[in-house]
């Protein structure tokens, strides 16, 4: 049996293939610290601000003729240190059904400009005979997630967004918008119509005297020279 051994030239082709491959593994982790690949190829962003309702109890003791001696104070001092704001929703959950407790807790929210709103979300704990629950309940928006900047890396087969992409816009609207609800459903209008409300300043400029009185320049001075 004879044996050859390799030639130069085998040799030279497997020692760069052995290189390469050294190459390829050294340079792999720095690759993946660059971040990932984008994968997002619409124009939409995956960053999409997120509403939650937040409620704030307060338990309150309540007799026949409305709220019990001294709850009332407590119930304004709790109402102050909410700072209820535009977009928050007042509600009275009270298993009697004590319309005199309920009127004294609408007055105190109707100067504060808030009405109060019908029924009541489900809170934790149960409502004591003799007592009602005022809630707050206050929407809240974010942008979970933001900023992301996993696929920072310049390889870009798929031609697809940022990971960041949306963050700032939406990040921003989540933060400027006075009743983060209208974000789900949009903003409820009343159904009236303002039209004659509107077009008062219309009118009012169609109907006033024209200053040059139709091309005559009516005479001011004195005639008495």
């Keep these: 049996m004879r ?8 040799r030279a082709v497997g020692l760069a293939r052995a290189a390469g491959l ?7 982790p720095g690759l993946a610290g660059c971040g990932g690949i984008a994968t997002n190829r619409s124009m939409y962003s995956e960053h ?3 509403v939650e309702q937040v409620n704030y109890t307060l338990d309150l003791s309540a007799s026949a003729q409305g709220l019990a001696y001294g709850e009332d104070q407590r119930l304004v001092g709790w109402l102050d240190a909410m700072n209820l704001k535009y977009g928050d929703k007042v509600y009275v959950d009270d298993p009697v059904n004590n319309g005199a407790a309920r009127a004294a807790v609408a007055e105190a929210t ?18 004591e005979p003799g007592t009602i629950r005022v809630i707050v309940a206050r929407m809240r928006a974010s942008v979970p997630g933001c900023p992301n900047w996993k696929s920072e890396s310049d390889f870009n087969p798929n031609n697809g967004l940022s990971s960041n992409y949306g963050c700032a816009v939406n990040s ?8 983060p609800e ?6 409820q209008g009343s159904g009236d ?3 004659m409300t509107s077009s008062k300043a219309i009118e009012a400029y169609r109907k006033a005297e024209t200053t040059g009185k139709g091309n005559t320049v009516a005479d001011t001075s004195s005639k008495d020279n």
């Design 48 to 50: 999409q601000p997120v």
């Design 110 to 127: 109707g100067k504060r400009g808030i009405l109060l709103a019908d029924g009541a979300p489900v809170t934790s704990g149960y409502v």
């Design 193 to 195: 119509t303002q039209i």
């Design 182 to 187: 209208d974000l789900v459903s949009g903003s």
């Design 3 to 10: 044996f050859t051994s390799p030639s130069h030239g085998a």
């Design 22 to 28: 050294v190459l390829a593994l050294a340079l792999a």
């Design 172 to 179: 921003n609207l989540a933060a400027m918008v006075a009743n």
